[in-house]
């Protein structure tokens, strides 16, 4: 590729103009080039650290004809690298993908997740001690824990203290899943679990009163999608968005949703109750993972990962800097979320540094940040000897309206995976 711009994993932006050439799957050399008028920009293939293929997104399950697409959905992201944690265990899934010869992301999975029944009401019993999970030496070192509990009766810390320690003198890496619970995640942090998923909510306040070191992916889109249903209107202008910015929902999703809830459960979360600690403790640490929670209602590979990015980029914009919302006699949706403004993306003349500064920390989330995690090959990195994973767009990331997304083509491995322009025959989906 001539004189194109790579993402500085280091110096979190792009660089200058470089030649890039791969060979055998692995970039080969990057040299200084010649400036050209409208370069393309390359991003490294981003990771996901939470999906579930076996769930469809509408309520079902993920059907045989339906997962080559699932697949290719990641990919119209720009996602190299995902990793499974509610599935079964998807050796088959591995060998159908190399037999169909599917065009796929590299996927990893975590150990079988370990589920911790809630505390029973007016009992004071303690969880038995030590992990009964049999280690799959086809999957990573992640061992999720699912904390689920009912009226706000916490767990036995001094238990969960001893399944985090056993997990670690074992080689793995405890992961606590929170599912929003009102106590839940303050039980994972008080006995020092390193990772948590899912929203924590308001008024946590945990760098500056607990000083807690820990990664979050806080999974902000599930309780977001929920909370869609009941406002059609926003919806109507959401879809059209992602479908916009993702190629293959607006081809093969965007129609296939039903809204209604056949059973409203009295116990929904609150969107807006989660949005402020996120808004808070973003910007005081360097500690969030992305995960899109893909298989979730509503959310469909990598369409749940634009809905997340949207998120994050409203939550985090500053709000003196934000556009007025007119309201006139009842306040709208994302009004009465947070306050008077849209939940567009900023145009980039009205504020170019605070998005593209925000921009810059999503994309080093989305890269270096969570494909550490995961123990992706290429390190989250563009790089002399590493694989060629990369996605190709067409403007800059960091000052184009749509923002990160949509992508122009998905590079895997030196091989043109993901296009929307018309492609030779098996050349690309």
Not at 109 to 122: D, H, N, R, T, V
Not at 346 to 374: A, K, W
Request: aromatic content about 10%; proline content about 6%.
């Amino acid at each position: 590729m001539k004189s194109v711009r790579i993402w500085d994993s280091e110096k979190s932006n792009f660089g200058g103009f470089v030649d890039l050439e791969v060979v055998q799957g692995k970039i080969l050399s990057l040299k200084a080039a010649v400036p050209t008028v409208q370069p393309k920009y390359l991003l490294p293939g981003f990771c996901d650290a939470s999906v579930t293929l076996g769930s469809n997104a509408r309520g079902g399950k993920t059907g045989r004809e339906e997962i080559a697409t699932y697949l290719s959905g990641f990919l119209a992201a720009g996602f190299s690298h995902i990793e499974s944690v509610g599935d079964p265990n998807l050796s088959n899934l591995q060998s159908e993908i190399t037999k169909s010869k599917w065009l796929s992301p590299v996927i990893t999975q975590s150990q079988k997740p370990a589920l911790y029944a809630e505390l029973a009401i007016g009992k004071e019993t303690l969880y038995h001690s030590g992990l009964t999970f049999s280690p799959d030496s086809k999957r990573n070192r992640h061992i999720p824990i699912f904390l689920k509990e009912v009226e706000n009766r916490g767990f036995s810390q001094t238990e969960l203290f001893a399944k985090r320690r056993e997990g670690e003198e074992k080689g793995y890496l405890p992961v606590a899943y929170t599912f929003a619970d009102k106590t839940s995640w303050e039980d994972a942090l008080d006995t020092g679990f390193p990772v948590i998923f899912h929203p924590m909510p308001e008024g946590t306040n945990l760098y500056r009163a607990q000083k807690r070191d820990f990664r979050w992916a806080p999974m902000l889109s599930i309780l977001y999608l929920q909370e869609l249903k009941t406002n059609p209107e926003l919806r109507k202008e959401e879809v059209p968005i992602w479908s916009r910015l993702h190629s293959v929902f607006g081809s093969r999703w965007k129609d296939s949703l039903s809204w209604e809830d056949e059973e409203e459960s009295s116990e929904t979360i609150s969107f807006s109750q989660y949005k402020s600690t996120f808004q808070a403790e973003a910007e005081v640490g360097k500690n969030l993972l992305f995960a899109s929670g893909s298989g979730h209602w509503g959310l469909f590979p990598g369409q749940a990962a634009i809905v997340e990015v949207r998120l994050w980029e409203t939550l985090l914009a500053k709000p003196e800097e934000r556009k007025v919302e007119l309201v006139k006699e009842k306040p709208g949706f994302w009004a009465s979320l947070f306050g008077n403004f849209s939940p567009g993306l900023l145009p980039t003349n009205r504020d170019p540094e605070s998005i593209s500064q925000i921009r810059r920390e999503i994309i080093q989330t989305l890269t270096v940040r969570t494909c550490s995690f995961i123990g992706a090959d290429h390190e989250g990195k563009i790089r002399v000897g590493g694989p060629a994973h990369f996605s190709i767009h067409d403007e800059n990331p960091l000052k184009r309206s749509s923002g990160i997304f949509p992508i122009e083509s998905m590079i895997l491995g030196g091989k043109l995976v993901y296009t929307p322009k018309p492609t030779k025959e098996g050349t690309a989906k």
